[in-house]
């Protein structure tokens, strides 16, 4: 017998919290999140402010077999003119039924709203984990997105969802750092007049993360699924992000008056120290993830932007001479880059590098209700 249960007690939570552990406990490449990082932001996540969300568990036998929950962001609706429920923290077991199941559960919902579409795999916002994952199922994602088993695309496509947008993310082999960005930006250094904004510590850091941040809301305005963040939000990623920032993997630009015009974040991957920890900050998880932050094997590029009114100016040639500099020096072979939707020309730079391949692709998926 199959059963469809929404998630209400402390319990339940729990129990959604830790299935994908059971699903995955197999698998080489699953990289298990933080189990206290899973409840924050079910439970206590800024975004909750705009945000309805519906969690369920679906049981068969006597046993979980798969989780889903329903998202309704309506501050993005209202941005955005849309009517939208998303679909989030999907996983199950390779069957149609409980998949079907599940996902009536959240268009049932959405159409009870009167909304009209349902997408995802998405959260709050973009700048939680979105999007699935249809190419690369050999490796081992960053930290900032979810794994999926490769029977998970056709599933949904099973009950008639459609591709909306792919996110395409590059493997860099590290060497000297190419010519032609070299040259273009000392063309637009001397053009822009930017230059490197330093800091002393991560207590300067996160006195300018607001900063930080407002220029991310401006670089990133236009972007797929984004909406900008709050102070409440910004305020939660810098305690969250910023207190395992490693200094020399962040650089931003500024203006002639030190005003940040562009930024990027890096850290050392922290996968393997995440499936180390098995979900478990204590007793020896902070130990494995403390350790990974040490780690010089992948450097992870997790976020990059500039201002719109550079958008066309060359600039991000500026930090990412920067940067490559800087990994090289730290002894990286390897760069992740972020993130990108397939038809940003942002992306374009990884095709001036020699040893740069597409390694993962992931997809976002939308359907009328």
Same mark, same amino acid.
């Given at each position: 017998?199959?059963?469809?249960?929404?998630?209400?007690?402390?319990?339940?939570?729990?129990?959604f919290i830790q299935f994908?552990?059971?699903?995955? #406990?197999?698998?080489?490449?699953?990289?298990?999140?933080?189990?206290?990082?899973?409840?924050?932001?079910?439970?206590?996540?800024?975004?909750?402010?705009?945000?309805?969300?519906?969690?369920?568990?679906?049981?068969?036998?006597?046993?979980?077999?798969?989780?889903? @929950?329903?998202?309704?962001?309506?501050?993005?609706?209202?941005?955005? /003119?849309?009517?939208?429920?998303?679909?989030?923290?999907?996983?199950?077991?390779?069957? @149609?039924?409980?998949?079907?199941?599940?996902?009536?559960?959240?268009?049932?919902?959405?159409?009870?709203? $009167?909304?009209?579409?349902?997408? /995802?795999?998405?959260?709050?916002?973009? =700048?939680?984990? $979105?999007? =699935?994952?249809?190419?690369?199922?050999?490796?081992?994602?960053?930290?900032?997105?979810?794994?999926?088993?490769?029977?998970?695309? @056709?599933?949904?496509?099973?009950?008639?969802?459609?591709?909306?947008?792919?996110?395409i993310q590059y493997d860099?082999?590290?060497?000297?750092?190419?010519?032609?960005?070299?040259?273009?930006? $000392?063309?637009?250094?001397?053009?822009?007049?930017?230059?490197?904004?330093?800091?002393?510590?991560?207590?300067?850091?996160?006195?300018?993360?607001?900063?930080?941040?407002?220029?991310?809301?401006?670089?990133?305005?236009?972007?797929?699924?984004?909406?900008?963040?709050?102070?409440?939000?910004?305020?939660?990623?810098?305690?969250?992000?910023?207190?395992?920032?490693?200094?020399?993997?962040?650089?931003?630009?500024?203006?002639?008056?030190?005003?940040?015009?562009?930024?990027?974040?890096?850290?050392?991957?922290?996968?393997?120290?995440?499936?180390?920890?098995?979900?478990?900050?204590?007793?020896? /998880?902070?130990?494995?993830?403390?350790?990974?932050?040490?780690?010089?094997?992948?450097?992870?590029?997790?976020?990059?932007?500039?201002?719109?009114?550079?958008?066309?100016?060359?600039?991000?040639?500026?930090?990412? #001479?920067?940067?490559?500099?800087?990994?090289?020096? =730290?002894?990286?072979?390897?760069?992740?880059?972020?993130?990108?939707?397939?038809?940003?020309?942002?992306?374009?730079?990884?095709?001036?590098?020699? @040893?740069?391949?597409?390694?993962?692709?992931?997809?976002?998926?939308?359907?009328?209700?």
């Amino acid at each position: 017998m199959l059963e469809i249960r929404e998630v209400i007690t402390t319990k339940d939570l729990k129990k959604f919290i830790q299935f994908p552990k059971k699903l995955y #406990k197999d698998c080489p490449y699953y990289v298990p999140p933080l189990d206290q990082g899973e409840w924050k932001t079910l439970t206590r996540h800024p975004a909750l402010d705009f945000c309805d969300i519906k969690l369920w568990l679906a049981h068969k036998d006597g046993e979980i077999v798969g989780r889903i @929950a329903g998202i309704i962001n309506k501050k993005c609706n209202e941005i955005k /003119g849309q009517k939208r429920i998303r679909f989030g923290w999907f996983d199950t077991i390779d069957d @149609a039924a409980v998949a079907k199941a599940l996902f009536q559960k959240v268009e049932e919902w959405g159409r009870s709203r $009167q909304l009209t579409e349902i997408c /995802g795999p998405s959260r709050y916002s973009n =700048m939680d984990k $979105q999007s =699935m994952l249809i190419e690369g199922f050999d490796r081992t994602p960053p930290i900032t997105s979810d794994y999926n088993f490769p029977y998970y695309p @056709a599933l949904v496509e099973q009950l008639g969802f459609e591709k909306e947008v792919d996110y395409i993310q590059y493997d860099i082999e590290l060497h000297e750092v190419p010519e032609s960005i070299v040259r273009i930006s $000392q063309i637009v250094n001397q053009r822009c007049k930017v230059h490197i904004r330093p800091f002393k510590n991560k207590k300067e850091l996160k006195a300018i993360g607001r900063d930080f941040f407002y220029v991310l809301n401006e670089s990133y305005q236009h972007i797929f699924n984004f909406i900008p963040l709050t102070d409440k939000e910004i305020d939660w990623l810098i305690d969250n992000d910023f207190s395992v920032a490693v200094k020399d993997l962040i650089v931003m630009l500024a203006d002639e008056n030190d005003k940040i015009v562009g930024i990027s974040f890096c850290l050392p991957s922290l996968s393997e120290g995440f499936k180390k920890a098995k979900g478990k900050l204590f007793p020896f /998880g902070w130990y494995h993830i403390l350790h990974a932050l040490k780690d010089r094997e992948v450097v992870d590029m997790f976020l990059t932007g500039v201002l719109p009114q550079y958008a066309n100016s060359g600039i991000h040639a500026i930090y990412h #001479k920067e940067l490559q500099e800087r990994f090289c020096k =730290m002894g990286f072979p390897h760069a992740l880059s972020s993130q990108q939707l397939e038809n940003n020309p942002a992306s374009r730079i990884w095709q001036k590098y020699d @040893a740069a391949e597409i390694v993962f692709r992931r997809r976002c998926y939308k359907k009328d209700l």
